[in-house]
C-alpha cells in the first residue's frame, strides 16, 4: 500500500535555505533559487515525523507484491486524493510513504507482520519521500488540499518511480 498526505516542510526549508545567507560570513543568497529549483526537480527522501502531516492521509495504490510483475498496470498508476486539512500550516508538498504487510509462514500462525515506513512508524532507512510544490499553500482546518498524482516506473531503472503531481484535482 502507498499512501499520501499534505506535509509542511518549514523546519526543512528554513535549514536549506537559511544556509546560503551566512555561509562562513558570506551572503550567498543568490543561490537560493538554484536551491528552490533543485527542490522541485526531484523528491526529498527525508525523515518525516507525524505531526508535520496536515491532513490524514489517503491510499494513493495497493498491489499484491506476491503477484505483481513488471508488466502489470498496478505499476503505472494515477489517483486523485481529496485532502481536508485538520490543521492550520503551511502545505510544502505531499509525503508518500508504504507499508507492506508479510503473511505468516507458519501454517498455525494467522498473525501477519506490516513494515511501515509511515511517519508515525518507527524509522527505516526508506524514510518517506515528499514531492514539494512550486507555490506553498496556507492549510487550516477544512481548506481542500487536493491533488491528482501519477506514478510511472522510470526508464533508467524500473525499480525508481517519476511521480507527477497537479494541483486541485479531486477524485471524481
Not at 14 to 42: P, R
Not at 89 to 106: K, N, R, T
Request: proline letters at 5%.
Amino acid at each position: 500500500r502507498i499512501y499520501a498526505s499534505p506535509v509542511s516542510m518549514e523546519d526543512y526549508c528554513n535549514e536549506k535555505f537559511s544556509f546560503w545567507t551566512d555561509v562562513y560570513g558570506f551572503n550567498m543568497s543568490q543561490f537560493i533559487n538554484v536551491e528552490v529549483q533543485s527542490l522541485l526537480e526531484a523528491p526529498v527522501i527525508t525523515e518525516v515525523k507525524e505531526e508535520q502531516l496536515l491532513a490524514p492521509a489517503e491510499l494513493v495504490a495497493e498491489f499484491d507484491c506476491l503477484s505483481v510483475s513488471a508488466k502489470d498496470s498496478p505499476l503505472r498508476f494515477a489517483k486523485g486524493l481529496p485532502f481536508s486539512a485538520d490543521k492550520n500550516g503551511i502545505c510544502h508538498g505531499f509525503c508518500f510513504w508504504f507499508d507492506v504487510a508479510f503473511a505468516a509462514s507458519d501454517a498455525g500462525n494467522s498473525k501477519c507482520s506490516v513494515l511501515s515506513t509511515s511517519p508515525s512508524a518507527s524509522m527505516t532507512h526508506w524514510k518517506q519521500t515528499v514531492v514539494m510544490i512550486p507555490e506553498m499553500l496556507a492549510a487550516s482546518p477544512g481548506a481542500r488540499l487536493d491533488c491528482r498524482v501519477k506514478f510511472t516506473p522510470s526508464e533508467e531503472n524500473n525499480r525508481h518511480y517519476q511521480i507527477a503531481l497537479e494541483m486541485g484535482e479531486e477524485e471524481a
